[in-house]
């Protein structure tokens, strides 16, 4: 499951980015209003979009065998990754990768025809997360093995070159395996650091039990850039806790590291050396037992510009006989935000079976979850209250599969993210046999849809010409800000401006010229991006 955290820094591809940085902008920015700048078709919010697939749908097999996609991430340059399982006629269940270009069509120039199989040599393989590194780098976790038998698994991570290629300085031929004390351990999210530094997390079995081990406990590794595990973190580079696994992470501002751990409610702060974070709730984690009213499972963890956390999964309600979609806030020390929901929980019952799989915040803090509804591929969003936002459609995309049985589920989204215009993309899994499938959602009506670009670097600075919604996407490096500002204009000038505690934003738009610059200030890193652009119509929004 791909994460796109709403800090005011991200990176672009973590489950997708991970990285937090404090922006500050304090510059100028020319910028022609004209209809060719237009970024985001005027549509309803959570419509399909058109300009996607087909009909805004894709659906991408194999081998005419069984194919799941298990986590998404988009690149810098609008480009999604997509990672899971493949069966194949040779070696059976591999590791499978996709990508794809910006409308939908397979990206030719990755792997064979825009696909990528690993066969790792184990029983079982499979691909359950994926993050992009800045240099374009698409790092892999998942495991070699079969987990849920009586054969061992290993903690997998993978690194590909941009073009699918296995990237042979990492790790011994671009694959590293870790092994845990128990019996056998499994790979489930990924996450990046600011430093480069990978961190991998799944569960692990402790004996291996006739029929198969249950999982029993939760593991975590990081590794260097080169794939050597991380002598200053936790025991050698690795850590066991509680919990039946790990199955999302996401990094905060300071370095730390927030893992939510599924099946059962539990989430877990650790220090950047990988030891509990006794700040956070009860000795570095928080579990059911301080949620009122509902049982939930941990699926999906996301972190807010405030940096409070949201938590989704399934929850069930004392009068409910069925899972609902359930979401969690936590203030930054662990206790419920009980602004959000009732007391800090939001339970969402659509009148069918429920669960949400993922998670990602817009920048104006409403919260998007993909998952099931009704055993089918469903997005919903919220608001920034926890209340189902009525605003964005809610249905289940028609990916052309043949009619099966209700109680067979047909279709699941693993995996959700959203893009630098507030497009909204889900990945999972439809059909039977079971495909790869992409559906690509229209965002806000009000999105950003002013863009300028500098000719040289190709750094995109997006606008809502309404609300002073804006997002800076710096090409070189993938890092992210997104926010909003106050908006004044007189005659052709529009000016934004956002002085924030922890940024200024300074941007003034000339609907004459034609041309526009903007400065952006990392105070944090002591860096300073620009935009020159001396021609505002013909820019593409799309990193180089």
Not at 244 to 265: S, Y
Not at 369 to 391: C, K, M, V, Y
Not at 433 to 439: E, I, Y
Not at 493 to 516: E, H, K, P, S, Y
Request: proline share 3%.
């Amino acid at each position: 499951m791909v994460r796109i955290l709403s800090f005011p820094i991200l990176s672009s591809g973590a489950k997708i980015g991970y990285r937090a940085r404090v922006l500050l902008v304090f510059s100028v920015a020319f910028l022609l209003l004209s209809p060719r700048m237009s970024y985001v078709a005027e549509a309803a919010s959570g419509d399909l979009d058109p300009s996607f697939g087909m009909g805004g749908v894709v659906r991408t097999d194999f081998f005419g065998l069984t194919d799941e996609v298990r986590a998404i991430a988009l690149q810098a340059d609008n480009k999604v990754v997509a990672v899971g399982t493949v069966v194949t006629p040779a070696s059976g269940v591999s590791f499978g990768l996709a990508r794809y270009n910006s409308n939908g069509s397979l990206d030719l120039t990755f792997g064979s025809g825009g696909k990528v199989t690993t066969d790792l040599g184990g029983t079982q393989e499979a691909a359950e997360d994926v993050a992009i590194q800045p240099d374009g780098k698409i790092v892999v976790a998942g495991h070699s093995g079969a987990p849920y038998s009586s054969d061992s698994s290993d903690f997998v991570v993978a690194r590909y070159n941009p073009n699918g290629s296995l990237d042979s300085t990492f790790g011994v031929g671009g694959i590293v395996r870790t092994h845990f004390a128990g019996f056998s351990d499994a790979a489930l999210a990924i996450a990046l650091q600011p430093d480069g530094k990978i961190v991998a997390a799944g569960a692990g079995v402790e004996n291996n039990e006739p029929g198969g081990g249950v999982f029993n406990y939760s593991a975590m590794a990081r590794y260097n850039t080169d794939g050597s595990l991380d002598q200053t973190f936790g025991s050698g580079g690795k850590l066991r806790t509680g919990g039946a696994g790990i199955v999302d992470l996401a990094v905060q501002q300071d370095g730390k590291i927030v893992a939510a751990a599924g099946f059962t409610f539990l989430l877990f702060r650790f220090n950047t050396n990988g030891s509990p974070d006794s700040t956070f709730g009860s000795g570095g984690h928080v579990d059911n037992s301080v949620i009122p009213g509902a049982l939930l499972t941990s699926l999906g963890v996301a972190i807010q510009t405030d940096g409070k956390i949201v938590c989704v999964g399934g929850a069930r309600t004392p009068s409910s006989s069925t899972l609902d979609f359930g979401l969690v806030r936590f203030n930054t020390g662990g206790s419920l935000d009980t602004t959000f929901g009732a007391g800090g929980v939001a339970v969402t019952d659509l009148g069918n079976n429920e669960a949400a799989w993922d998670v990602a915040i817009q920048t104006n803090e409403k919260i998007v979850i993909s998952g099931t509804s009704n055993e089918r591929f469903a997005t919903a969003r919220f608001n920034p209250n926890g209340s189902l936002d009525n605003t964005f459609q809610i249905a289940t995309p028609d990916f052309g599969c043949v009619s099966q049985p209700v109680s067979n589920p047909i279709s699941i989204a693993y995996s959700v993210a959203i893009y630098p215009d507030g497009k909204i993309i889900a990945g999972g899994t439809a059909c039977s046999p079971r495909d790869f499938v992409l559906a690509r959602y229209n965002g806000d009506s009000t999105s950003r849809n002013i863009c300028i670009q500098d000719d040289g670097n190709g750094n995109v600075l997006t606008l809502n010409s309404v609300t002073g919604d804006y997002q800076f996407v710096a090409c070189g490096n993938g890092l992210v800000i997104g926010g909003a500002g106050i908006l004044t204009k007189r005659g052709d000038i529009l000016t934004m401006q956002d002085f924030a505690g922890n940024r200024r934003v300074i941007a003034r738009i000339d609907g004459g010229a034609n041309r526009a610059t903007a400065a952006v200030q990392v105070l944090s890193l002591a860096t300073t991006f620009t935009i020159t652009d001396r021609d505002t119509r013909n820019n593409n929004c799309n990193c180089p």
